[in-house]
């Protein structure tokens, strides 16, 4: 037997391009099109290149995804963007940046690599943030919400059973990494700076 | 030990254990399912349903003292607060895993130790210290001249002893002793597989001592490299690291192996040895168990690398700064309203809109479920044809394998599809990961874990496919 990298002697080139267009491609969940994927980088880059898209793949933690090239690329096309970008609320956001240090942390424990929490644990994180005069039942809806919007954002995961448990899925890393966290901190700031203006005058 | 020592020592999960109201159940269900099988980590159902059995079993005999259910006896014994079971979600999973901690071993051993011995052998260990000692003695012994004289006094002693067999007058051990020697054999055998969880728990714990100092260096960079170096080696180069390798490399051993699995069958077969089933098989054990820690290491260090790297580390840093000012802004607005800063992110893939792939409103047709008159069917069906859908030769596949090792130590399962293609597929596949099992056959097999073998074949439609599989190994 010959080491054939696949059934039919040959990558399958479609295959890696549709599930990377229709997601996330996940060493774990993905494993036949992630293995053709390792070999097939240089073709699905000019594949996608052509419609203005850029392959990120992370060997290490074993994820690959297609994003909009950036801007600055001076441009030849006026192609519009295939990615659409997501406007987040505040809550949203916020729990994406406490998601992100739990990620951190539990990296900085070792361990496991997967860091799973309940829906308890991620309203006990987001109480403190919420104004006390809220009642306990309007936290844990509202936590409720932003969970849902993460979920179908593809950073969290639910786990089958009916203990609420979710995955928080590592390649949240790559999306709201420092730069991010950086920009959404300035706005933050920037807004107070309004309101203590506000206040002032 | 003193006193301020064995108070902190009260904490030990394994005292809480043994001193914990419901310790009978907790030993006796996790003793059963993790330690006597030498079985490695089960998932939650699993668990919980043979957790289920034994409270059902024991509800006949001491009704009503374990009134919970399972499910929440499983869940409170993985809780920090009492540390039994460990909880984890292993790769490629969804359900919550779990395996005994090291306690819970520890906890069964000392109870063992509480059992009245009808005897206690001392001359086997008096003799096995001193061999020790030998051993210690001469390994580190640098002058050459004495240790050549130590050897030269050993050739001696066998010299002796081959003379007094030649002439027959060399008796044999008594009964005592050998059924001495044995238990300390079945006794050593034993603790040593129950080390493996302590072996990967300290592992584990080298795992985080490293991380938590990576984490912490606040020194320059170049210092945090020396440090990265450092721990990178960490876990294989620490003495726990270079015993389990050198346990490894020896049960990995063909040589080594073959002459393990004479000895235990000699010694088993031979009267006056007690019959164990679980020594006799025990090296399955220490592999399948040694097998586990190995992939816990790799993994471990695996992931260290990933989290030292010096790109990750500087991120989560900054991240940790980051949010943290987030933090102070957010409680800072907590109490003005709605806040309408919104940020912003990219999709995880291209949304494209493929208007016609939507299927056109079809009106359901409701099937009409008439199940008034059922009755008991009358008509005797020959089931055979269920279970005849693939039959698989087995002697054809020893032969193949028989064939193969014709002049060889050893043959891999790929070698031996190779020269006889599979003709039923994935049933004839897994067929022969079942063939050492058997005692019929004259060779052994061995599961490698860390590589894969890529096996392909063609099925009764023609369609290539092609299985990834652990490495199998068969051997003389």
């Excluded at chain 1, 992100?100 to 308890?120: F, P, Q």
């Excluded at chain 2, 869940?75 to 039994?84: I, N, S, V």
């Excluded at chain 2, 098989?281 to 586990?292: F, I, S, Y």
Aim: negative net charge.
């Amino acid at each position: 037997m010959s080491g054939r990298p696949s059934p039919r002697g040959e990558l399958d080139l479609s295959l890696v391009l549709v599930s990377l267009y229709k997601g996330v491609v996940q060493r774990d969940t993905h494993e036949r099109a992630w293995q053709h994927l390792l070999h097939l980088q240089p073709q699905v880059r000019d594949h996608v290149g052509v419609v203005g898209l850029q392959l990120v793949v992370d060997e290490s933690e074993g994820y690959a995804y297609l994003r909009q090239r950036p801007e600055d690329d001076d441009a030849t096309t006026d192609a519009p963007r295939l990615v659409a970008r997501r406007q987040l609320s505040f809550p949203v956001s916020l729990l994406l940046a406490l998601l992100r240090r739990r990620l951190a942390l539990h990296d900085a424990e070792g361990g496991d690599v997967r860091l799973v929490l309940t829906r308890e644990q991620m309203v006990e994180m987001v109480r403190v943030f919420v104004p006390e005069s809220s009642n306990d039942a309007r936290v844990v809806d509202q936590v409720e919400t932003s969970i849902a919007k993460v979920v179908e954002l593809g950073f969290l995961r639910r786990l089958p059973g009916d203990d609420g448990a979710l995955e928080v899925r590592r390649i949240l890393k790559s999306f709201v990494d420092a730069e991010w966290l950086h920009d959404f901190d300035a706005r933050l700031a920037a807004y107070r700076d309004v309101l203590a203006g506000q206040e002032t005058a | 030990m003193e006193h301020d020592e064995l108070d902190s020592l009260r904490r030990h999960p394994a005292w809480r254990l043994l001193s914990a109201d419901s310790a009978p159940l907790v030993l006796d269900v996790l003793g059963a399912v993790f330690v006597d099988s030498g079985g490695g980590p089960m998932a939650e159902t699993d668990l919980v349903q043979r957790v289920d059995d034994h409270l059902f079993a024991l509800s006949r005999t001491c009704p009503g003292r374990y009134p919970r259910p399972a499910l929440e006896y499983v869940r409170d014994w993985a809780e920090p607060g009492k540390g039994w079971l460990r909880a984890f979600y292993p790769p490629g999973s969804d359900g919550r895993h779990y395996d005994v901690t090291p306690a819970v071993e520890k906890a069964l051993r000392f109870l063992d130790g509480l059992r009245a011995r009808s005897f206690v052998g001392t001359e086997s260990r008096l003799d096995a210290i001193v061999t020790l000692l030998r051993d210690l003695a001469l390994g580190s012994e640098p002058d050459t001249e004495r240790r050549l004289s130590e050897l030269e006094r050993r050739r001696a002693e066998l010299d002796r002893e081959i003379e007094a067999v030649r002439t027959g007058r060399s008796p044999l051990l008594s009964d005592t002793a050998q059924a001495e020697r044995f238990d300390q054999v079945t006794r050593l055998a034993v603790d040593l597989l129950s080390d493996f969880r302590q072996v990967e728990e300290n592992f584990r714990t080298l795992d985080r001592q490293l991380r938590e100092r990576v984490t912490r260096w606040e020194g320059p960079k170049a210092g945090l490299l020396d440090e990265i170096v450092g721990s990178r080696a960490g876990i294989a180069e620490s003495d726990q690291g270079r015993s389990f390798h050198a346990f490894f490399d020896f049960l990995l051993s063909s040589s080594r192996q073959e002459e393990f699995r004479e000895l235990l069958a000699q010694v088993h077969d031979r009267a006056g040895a007690p019959s164990g089933a679980r020594t006799r098989r025990v090296h399955h054990d220490w592999l399948a168990a040694g097998q586990r820690t190995q992939e816990t290491v790799r993994s471990l260090s695996e992931q260290l690398r990933r989290f030292v790297d010096d790109q990750t580390w500087l991120e989560n840093r900054r991240v940790l700064d980051l949010v943290r000012s987030i933090e102070q802004h957010a409680l800072a607005l907590r109490d003005t309203g709605p806040i309408p800063v919104a940020a912003d992110l990219p999709d995880t893939h291209p949304s494209l809109v493929l208007p016609m792939e939507r299927p056109l409103y079809r009106p359901r047709t409701k099937a009409a479920v008439a199940s008034d008159d059922v009755v008991e069917a009358d008509a005797v069906l020959d089931a055979t044809a269920l279970f005849e859908q693939v039959v698989v030769d087995r002697e054809r596949l020893v032969g193949a394998v028989g064939s193969s090792l014709a002049g060889a130590e050893q043959v891999p399962l790929a070698a031996v599809v190779g020269r006889h293609p599979l003709r039923e597929g994935l049933a004839e596949l897994v067929a022969y990961y079942t063939l050492s099992a058997a005692a019929d056959t004259t060779f052994d097999s061995v599961v490698d874990d860390t590589a894969t073998d890529r096996i392909g074949w063609t099925d009764r439609d023609g369609v290539d496919r092609v299985a990834t599989v652990p490495r199998l190994v068969f051997t003389r």
